[in-house]
Every structure is written in structure tokens, then in C-alpha cells.
């Protein structure tokens, strides 16, 4: 019996010291550190990779995440400028740069970061009026992130951005800012109404102006060409006459035919239904001869 135990002595102190060598073995993962302390004062930060741990000298005290964290806090009653009271809740965004700082800087950082926070929205909303706040928003943000960086330097905490994400008024101030909406969006839309209605009225008065300048250009076109066709017609006619006269010219027409013509012209002057005619003594006189002109041009 005291063999076998001797045997498996040596094999049991040495599964135990593989056990604690192994357990001295530490790996801290990629974007993390750990703080180690040695007989409870700090003695290192260890970053990613491989380190190993001294049975009961060294303690790991606390486990630090670098990657960049979110904080979402409760809404917040924030008073502005002009008495109005309202909800306010942000979002922080943050990363821990200095892990030592950190692990000693501040007793709950998150919630240190929470009060001070909600601080700082209270001063800054509460030298604006309610239109001003709903209408920087930006601003808000640029300033707490500021002031909420400086301060958490000394923890080892970097703000990189904070967010306002709701603010909330009163039920009251609601239903009047909806009432104002709703009175602008009716306005707007008068407007554009009456906008509209006036263009179109434009459009319909410029449409008739270019109508009743065509139909006058019309009119205006229709008449020269009727006074151009008149013009044409007389034109013809005198120069019928004229080639006719040109060619009773040039036939060298005798007395007696003159005279036929001239009694044809007085015949049709007198078939006139208003026509008068005062024929002097010696034409009438001269009517036996012309007609016996006549004959004797017709016999002929």
C-alpha cells in the first residue's frame, strides 16, 4: 500500500503544478486590459496577448473594455429660459483610452458620466428659450460633448459624441406647436391656392391677348388681299382699255365708226334706271345721221 501511494505521490504534485502554471497563464483578448494590482497596490496594466500571473503576488482587479461604448440615460426634466419644463434624454458615446485612470479615477464612472451629464443639459437648455432648444439641437450636442469631455479627461474616459435624442414639452405646448403647424400648413396652402388661380388667370388673359391678336392680324391680312385683288382687277380692267383703245389706235378707225362708238356709249348711259341725260341741239340733230351711220356700218 505504501508503495502504490509512493508512486502516485509524485504524480499528483505534479498535476497540481501543471494546474497552477496553467492558471498563471493569462491572455488578455484584443482591445481589452487588465489592471493588476501586487499586494493590493497597482503594479501594471496588461494590453492584449500573453502574460503570466504570480500565484498570490498578483491580483487582477478589474477587466477594462477599449472599444467604444454607449451610454442611453433616462429622460432627464430640464426647465428652459422661459419656464417651460420638459424631458430631455441623451445618448453618450465614449471609450476608455487611459484603463488606469480609469480604474481609479471614479467610483462608477458610468453613473458619474449620467449625473454629469444630465448637469450640463440643465445648464446649457436652461439658458435658452423652448423655440430656441427645439431648434438647436446641434448646438446643444456641440456644447455637452465639450464640456463632458473635458471633465471625464481626468477619469481616462474620451467623449466622442453626445447625443440629444428626444425633448419632450409639455402636452400643452404640443398641442399648441401642432395647432401653429397646422395653421402654417393651411396658410401655405392658401397661398399656393391663390398662386395657382392667379397663374392661371394669367395664363388664360394672356392666351385671349394673343388670340384677339391673331384674329386682328387675320382681319388685318384678309383686307389687304381683298384690297390687293381690287387693286389688281382695276388694274386689268384699265389695262383692257387701254390695249383697247392702243389697238382702235392703230386700226386707224374711221369717222364713221367713232361715231357708232360714241352713240353705243350714249345708248348705255341712258339705259341707266337714274341716269338723266341732257342731249344739246346738235346731237339730237346729228341722231338721224348717226343712225343712218349705223345701218349703213352694219350693212357693211
Known sequence: MGGVFAVLTPIIILAILVLIALNCIKIVPQANAWIVEAFGQYKETWNAGLHFKIPVVYRIVKRVSLKE????????????????????????????????????????????????????LRNIIGSMTLDETLTSRDEINS????????????????????????IQPPRSIQDAMEKQMKAEREKREAILTAEGKKQSAITLAEGEKEAAILRADAAKEQKIREAQGEAEALLAVQKAKAEAIRLINEADPSQKYLALRSFEAAET??????????????????????????EAVRKE
Not at 430631455?88 to 479615477?105: E, M, N, R, T
Not at 460633448?145 to 435624442?165: C, H, P, S, Y
Not at 348711259?269 to 349705223?294: D, F, H, R, W, Y
Open 69 to 120: 461604448q454607449v451610454a442611453d440615460f433616462e429622460p432627464q426634466p430640464v426647465i428652459t429660459k422661459d419656464n417651460v419644463t420638459m424631458m430631455v434624454d441623451s445618448v453618450v458615446f465614449f471609450a476608455i483610452f487611459d484603463p488606469k485612470s480609469f480604474a481609479y479615477g471614479v467610483e462608477r464612472p458610468i453613473a458619474a458620466i449620467e449625473n454629469l451629464s444630465a448637469t450640463t
Open 143 to 166: 456644447k455637452i460633448t465639450v464640456i463632458l469631455d473635458e471633465a471625464t479627461d481626468k477619469w481616462g474616459i474620451k467623449v466622442n459624441r453626445v447625443e440629444v435624442k428626444n
Open 269 to 294: 348711259m341712258a339705259n341707266g334706271q337714274s341716269t338723266k341725260i341732257i342731249v344739246p341741239s346738235e346731237i339730237a340733230n346729228l341722231a338721224g345721221t348717226l343712225t343712218a351711220v349705223t
